[in-house]
């Protein structure tokens, strides 16, 4: 069984343009939630989605969004990059929102690096 | 709103030494808690979770952890430990209300050294 797939897995950027992550999550997962780890602040909470819904949102500024598509993948855009958006983007996928008790699969995720 | 703990950034241990790594938590309902761990330039890997029944949970490469109500905490424990167990632990913390599935909320991380 396939685990969690994050594209690219490195991007460097520079500030003011925007850019997309992809994650695919493991067959027959249908929640998706996004990350931000950096060094000072560990592991914040972006935002889960479901079923194309966005269900939770951490307390990001409104140049990041997500999406989910039908097939569960998800993507997550950050526009206007900052030098402080630097950081690894991880994604992952649990079973099923309601499933509260099953754990989270991460990816490898996306580094990336904004100059 | 839940949050998680982790008083120690880093955590150092001899190699076959007992090792503890501390958490804490704060929730509204009931708490379901999670041990990960992560090595360098790799995502998260799942330990262990506490959801409910006994207090002392066991989970992958020999770790444990206890939880513990009237101290809020969930501590990461292992009775021997090995120098491939250096890495990053984090733990988290899922609040379990009526109607509401809240998100997954991680400590900051403790990194721990195992000593040859």
């Known amino acids: 069984k396939a685990g969690v797939t994050q594209t690219p897995r490195y991007l460097i950027k520079t500030r003011g343009q925007q850019v997309t992550l992809s994650c695919s999550p493991i067959?027959?997962?249908?929640?998706v939630s996004w990350y931000q780890q950096t060094p000072g602040q560990g592991l914040q909470f972006l935002f889960e989605?479901?079923?194309?819904?966005?269900?939770n949102k951490g307390n990001f500024p409104g140049r990041f969004s997500g999406r989910q598509f039908s097939n569960s993948r998800s993507e997550m855009n950050v526009s206007t990059l900052e030098l402080g958006d630097s950081a690894l983007y991880l994604c992952?996928?649990?079973?099923?929102?309601?499933?509260?008790?099953?754990?989270?699969?991460f990816g490898q995720g996306t580094r990336l690096t904004v100059v | 709103a839940q949050s998680v703990a982790q008083p120690e950034d880093q955590v150092n241990v001899a190699e076959g030494n007992p090792l503890t790594v501390k958490c804490t938590y704060s929730?509204?309902?009931?708490?379901?808690l999670f041990w990960y761990v992560q090595y360098p330039n790799r995502g998260l890997q799942f330990l262990l979770k506490?959801?409910?029944?006994?207090?002392l949970v066991k989970g992958s490469y020999g770790f444990e952890a206890e939880f513990n109500k009237s101290q809020t905490s969930f501590h990461l424990k292992k009775p021997s430990a090995l120098v491939s167990d250096s890495a990053l632990y984090f733990c988290?913390?899922?609040?379990?209300?009526?109607?509401?599935?809240?998100?997954?909320?991680f400590g900051k991380g403790t990194r721990l050294h195992i000593l040859p």
């Open positions: 506490y959801i409910t029944g006994d207090n």
């Open positions: 992952a996928s649990s079973l099923r929102q309601g499933a509260a008790n099953t754990e989270a699969f």
């Open positions: 067959s027959g997962h249908r929640s």
């Open positions: 929730v509204s309902g009931n708490p379901y």
């Open positions: 989605y479901f079923s194309e819904t966005q269900r």
């Open positions: 988290a913390v899922r609040d379990i209300r009526r109607n509401r599935d809240d998100k997954i909320i």
